[in-house]
């Protein structure tokens, strides 16, 4: 009788889930090779995206095909399926997942049984109930987000430069970013360094007649850099002519106005939501021990505590911080945290199938750094902070050595070098976003009405 392979379920294509995975595929050659094992990740995508370079991306310093890295490519060794996990029931060692050809099928959710479970779904926006948010704002978590926003300004300024209605050129000139964290920050740094570089290619839009608006909150940023970097952050941002609004919040973004809880009223095209991030809705949906916060109970081994079989990190996690002086402390959700603990991930599942003991994962936290724009950057690392050129350059240095493979390094550092020898990118691609309108107007068609 032909003994079944043990098959390692991996949910998420993600840091962790790609890193878990492809540490698992070099561990397990022997077993893979044998057909003693078997690696299977669902993603809803097929590569993993670099998100602290998407900030980079819709600025126009990387091109989006080198901030995402294909799992097919890497993972070779893995079987991957392009699909949604609705589902966990790990006492059955079943997870329900969708595909790109269930609706077309009509068949349903499709089941798939797993030996071991890596639960690596991630995070979705964190959203308040705003009025208007959903119809008007614009995320910043994914590929797509960041080159539609890109895409997006500069469109903003071909439409003021065009209009003769003040009101109108006005909306268009005023963005809205809501959150101070590095997603925001970093965001709204880099667009209004593009912006203000674009805008001496326009005869009639200058710099000073754009309107950028940070909303925080809290009583401060960056607050992953400490607090005199981001007082210091503040400043510059203000330097910039960057409104900075500290204690504030968004209250309605409806008929594209945004109203802000100081009473601010700002008429805008542009809302971009950056105010953090929430567990992802497939945790709530297994039958696996969730945090007060949703995110799934986890030893320092990796192990969900409390199920055997079952393992996490990253986002999804609520992993034990072994390294800090107060007991209860967790590791906090970032790449520098998920990129190492699927290491030790990977290494723990290889243990456990070998009857090996496990490890626990330690880590204690070096710092951060942070991208203000072009050559403007913070950075707190190792006790030492940086600001200006030195902290944009450690800040590149330090997210070159951690995208994945060699191939997209080079690549990176080739785009970076070109950038840096001849002048930015302005141009717009809005069409990607509908393809198909200039063929459907041609044949008879209306032309899609614009969404954002």
């Not at 950057?377 to 800040?395: D, E, I, N």
Request: include cysteine.
């Amino acid at each position: 009788m032909v003994k079944e392979p043990v098959r390692i379920l991996v949910v998420g294509g993600g840091y962790v889930g790609m890193y878990t995975a492809l540490r698992l595929q070099r561990k397990l050659k022997p077993e893979l090779k044998r057909g003693e094992a078997e690696i299977v990740v669902i993603t809803p995508e097929p590569y993993m995206t670099y998100q602290p370079f998407l900030p980079e991306a819709a600025a126009g310093s990387i091109s989006p095909r080198h901030v995402v890295v294909p799992l097919r490519r890497v993972l070779d060794k893995c079987r991957i399926v392009i699909g949604e996990v609705a589902s966990v029931d790990h006492a059955k060692r079943t997870a329900t997942f969708t595909t790109l050809a269930t609706d077309e099928e009509g068949t349903g959710a499709v089941d798939i049984t797993y030996d071991e479970l890596v639960l690596a779904p991630g995070s979705i926006s964190r959203t308040l109930p705003v009025p208007g948010l959903a119809e008007y704002a614009i995320g910043f978590k994914t590929v797509e987000e960041a080159i539609g926003l890109r895409n997006h300004v500069i469109e903003q300024m071909d439409i003021a430069s065009s209009t003769r209605d003040p009101a109108i050129r006005d909306a268009a000139l005023t963005f809205v970013f809501v959150g101070g964290g590095y997603a925001g920050v970093e965001a709204l740094g880099e667009l209004e360094d593009m912006a203000r570089y674009a805008s001496r290619y326009y005869h009639n839009v200058k710099a000073e007649d754009m309107k950028w608006i940070l909303v925080e909150a809290s009583g401060r940023i960056l607050p992953e850099v400490g607090e005199e970097m981001g007082k210091y952050t503040v400043r510059e941002l203000r330097r910039r002519n960057i409104d900075v609004r500290l204690e504030t919040r968004l209250d309605s973004c409806e008929d594209r106005v945004a109203v802000l809880s100081d009473g601010a009223r700002f008429p805008t095209r542009t809302v971009v939501w950056t105010a953090g991030v929430k567990p992802h809705p497939v945790l709530a949906a297994s039958d696996l021990p969730l945090n007060e916060r949703g995110r799934l109970k986890c030893t320092a081994a990796l192990t969900v505590d409390g199920a055997t079989h079952a393992w996490g990190a990253g986002d999804a996690a609520a992993v034990p911080d072994v390294t800090a002086d107060e007991p209860g402390k967790e590791c906090a959700p970032n790449a520098q945290h998920a990129v190492r603990q699927a290491k030790v991930l990977g290494d723990n599942i290889t243990a456990s199938l070998r009857g090996k003991p496990l490890q626990d994962y330690t880590h204690k936290y070096v710092g951060s750094v942070a991208s203000l724009g072009l050559h403007k950057g913070v950075a707190h690392v190792y006790g030492r902070k940086l600001k200006g050129y030195p902290a944009w350059f450690m800040h590149r240095v330090y997210h070159l050595s951690r995208v994945p493979t060699v191939n997209r390094k080079s690549r990176v550092l080739a785009e970076w070098t070109l950038s840096g020898l001849f002048k930015r990118e302005i141009v717009s691609l809005g069409s990607l976003e509908h393809p198909r309108a200039e063929f459907e107007l041609a044949a008879g068609g209306e032309r899609p009405k614009e969404s954002s």
